[in-house]
């Protein structure tokens, strides 16, 4: 087996057995039987996990995997390797994006260029003829966010919300699959955009926090059933 293949299997299979044993996972030994490969492999594998703070190795008892504390290039990978994120995760995951998309409006009313501007408004004409095909917007919604964060002008902090949207990269059909909700989306990107153009770092701001509240509603009724996903101020 390949190692850019085993990797994201032994998470995968590291996170489904630890949530099936209160967080323990199998010995190296038994890794390596199940995987037919060599403890080696396994050893070196582990090691990459645990750089990712996916799982701790303890003493005389073994390894366990540390979902509470993943950091966020971790969870990316978890998403990217088709491992579902505990709704906790994911509503918080859906927050922060919140906060810094906010300041990215801001930013981008100040520092975007003309080229950050002939992209948004490509994205809203493909967006258009998304719409009137009658398909969704998971994508160009994608890129009409990034591009807002390009816009800082600040690499950084494109490459933490580019993290941010590989962890919905699964979920955003789901959001997107209504057609009212993409003709909505749609009417307040160019409303943002427009704010953008004005140079608005007031507006443009306040119409992202209006546009994300929707996003943040959405997510906190679906994950509520069955699960404490959302903090009580933002259920009530």
Known sequence: MQDNQFLPELAAYLVKAARASGGKAPSERELAEHFAVSRGQVREALASLEAMRMIERRAKSGIYVREEGTGIEAMAFLARAGIPLEPRQIYEAVEVRKIHEIKAAELAAERATDENFDRLRDVLKRSEERIAAGQG??????????????????????????????????????????????????????QIFDALLARDTALAPALMVSHLRGVMSYWTELLEPGADSAPAAERA
């Open 137 to 190: 917007l998971q994508q160009l919604d994608q890129e009409f966010h990034l591009e807002i964060v390009r816009a800082t002008q600040n690499t950084v902090f494109y490459n933490i919300c580019t993290t941010f949207y590989a962890l919905s990269h699964d979920r955003l059909p789901v959001y997107f699959r209504e057609p009212e909700r993409n003709r909505r989306s749609h009417a307040e990107h160019e």
